[in-house]
């Protein structure tokens, strides 16, 4: 049958609304899980797989070119990968898109970097009283005892607090065993060696590094302190460094235990660094899964 010419606009605007709705008898593409992309690349990047990580990433971004959070993970795990076009494209991308969240994702490559080339040091710094001193906990005994580690952190920040009288002393850590937590049995040793408690100040609720930067960051505020010397062993300084940066707090000195010093001194290999950057991106808060 012969169409009308006037007919014929209507016909195809008939026919593209089944194309789009399926009925036409071709199968409709279903479109891609873009979560389900985001979350795989957030897994291969915990299971060392940057590539397959980096590649989901892009698939998410190829469909939503306005997805932020893909943007500013593809961003930094391709400054892990050493690929500086990529960094490049994407942060110009999330700028245009949101440029709050591309300039937190400048200070996680910053803090990376800063925190790499980070030494473990056990010479205290001397800083004023606008510096706080972060001791990071370390896991407890059964009995809530302090591990090894733990009094040699905490006999690294007692020096600190000699050679810095007036800074204001964090200890972070919750973990609780026998009913003490990992900051209450730091402030009870370091009330032993005679610092004054009203110097001490417990962040009880931390689990891992990353809450030791996020919440003693906002104590450190409450304080009126507006930098810190973070303390803790050689084998985490970096990482630490790291979170305490992303999470807003200006890192001043890295104070260590004597512990496995000169082994920790070289800088990590890229390949080492892989702990620094997961961190990082979670003390920036982009989901781990959504």
Known sequence: MKISRHWKPFVAAVFAAAALSGTTGAPAQAAPDLDALYNSAQRAFTDGDDIAGRAQLRAVIDANPGDAEALALHAIWSHYANDLLAVHDSLARLNGIDPAMAGGTQNVIHAVSAAAGTLPNPIPALVGPNTGIVVLGYGLLPDGGLRPELVNRL??????????????????GGAPQNGITEAEAMRNWLLGRAVPADRIHIETRAGSTVQNAL???????????????VVTSPNHIRRAVADFIVAGTRVVGATTSMEQLVSQLPPPARHAQRGIYLDATRTFQLATAR
């Open 215 to 229: 919440f003693s960051t906002r104590l450190l505020r409450d304080l009126g302190a507006d930098s810190a010397v």
């Open 155 to 172: 006999t690294a920040a007692w020096v600190q607090s000699l050679a810095a009288p007036f800074s204001p002393i964090v200890v972070t």
